[in-house]
């Protein structure tokens, strides 16, 4: 889920302080079994971290906490979510596929402000 370059404590941390970013949480009875961190920049919500526990998968929660995000970003004013799955992840392509998400044809640019080599 994560890469060497990307710090989870940080972005949680980042998306903690302010109103415009969440953390959902989905249980099954006392177990976490599904979360995900959103947000928006005032016109388009993402999504990030989208984990379900791998015992238990295939049961609906990644679906659940998917439409949690939705209806997050519907109350906070935003109409369309966006998210980044990388090109050689079939998985869970497909995963977004089943929830009528559609891939767009868009060029992501990147640069690290802190003067970091690009990543891949």
């Given at each position: ?83 980044l799955?990388r ?12 929830l ?21």
């Amino acid at each position: 889920m994560t890469r060497p370059w990307n710090d989870p404590a940080a972005d949680i941390a980042l998306a903690r302080r302010g109103p415009n970013a969440t953390i959902l949480i989905g249980r099954d009875g006392d177990a976490v079994v599904a979360s995900v961190l959103t947000g928006h920049d005032g016109h388009r919500g993402w999504v990030y971290y989208v984990a379900v526990d791998p015992g238990h998968s295939r049961k609906g929660f990644g679906r659940a906490i998917m439409n949690a995000a939705e209806d997050w970003l519907r109350h906070q004013g935003i109409a369309k979510l966006q998210l980044l799955v990388r090109r050689d992840n079939a998985k869970v392509k497909a995963f977004y596929e089943t929830l009528d998400y559609t891939e767009q044809d868009r060029v992501i640019y990147a640069k690290w402000l802190d003067g970091r080599e690009p990543t891949p």
